[in-house]
């Protein structure tokens, strides 16, 4: 099992720039894929990255392509988004969650995930 805890979110100003953290409790942190989801008031909760166990694959939602950077470092039990040219649309909750599944590709769907924190908030004015 996995505790994960996240930190960084904050108000920042629209063009602004965030770096969000993820501290993974445990010796096992290298087993797990990792990904950040975010969750906007009355919306569902939507994939915004993901990383391998390795840091050789990572995907991310269209809407953050290029302003969005996941990485991780196993031997600090951390996973790491960096967000820059932040936009209103990118005010929410943001967590941190973590899969187990052997396979090598990370999961885009936040229902392959098994263990998540507690969330971060993020708000970005105009």
């Known amino acids: 099992q996995v505790q994960l805890v996240e930190s960084g979110g904050r108000l920042v100003q629209a063009g602004g720039s965030l770096r969000l953290s993820c501290a993974a409790s445990g010796r096992t942190f290298s087993s797990y894929k990792m990904g950040w989801f975010r969750q906007a008031p009355g919306k569902e909760r939507e994939f915004v990255a993901a990383i391998s166990r390795s840091a050789r694959t990572k995907y991310y939602a269209d809407s953050v392509k290029g302003r969005f950077t996941i990485s991780r470092d196993n031997a600090k039990n951390t996973v790491v988004l960096q967000m820059n040219s932040l936009e209103p649309e990118d005010t929410a909750v943001y967590y941190c969650?973590?899969?187990?599944?052997?396979?090598?590709?990370?999961?885009?769907?936040?229902?392959?995930?098994?263990?998540w924190g507690q969330g971060t908030q993020v708000t970005v004015s105009s």
């Open positions: 969650a973590a899969d187990r599944d052997p396979s090598l590709v990370p999961a885009t769907t936040h229902r392959a995930y098994d263990y």
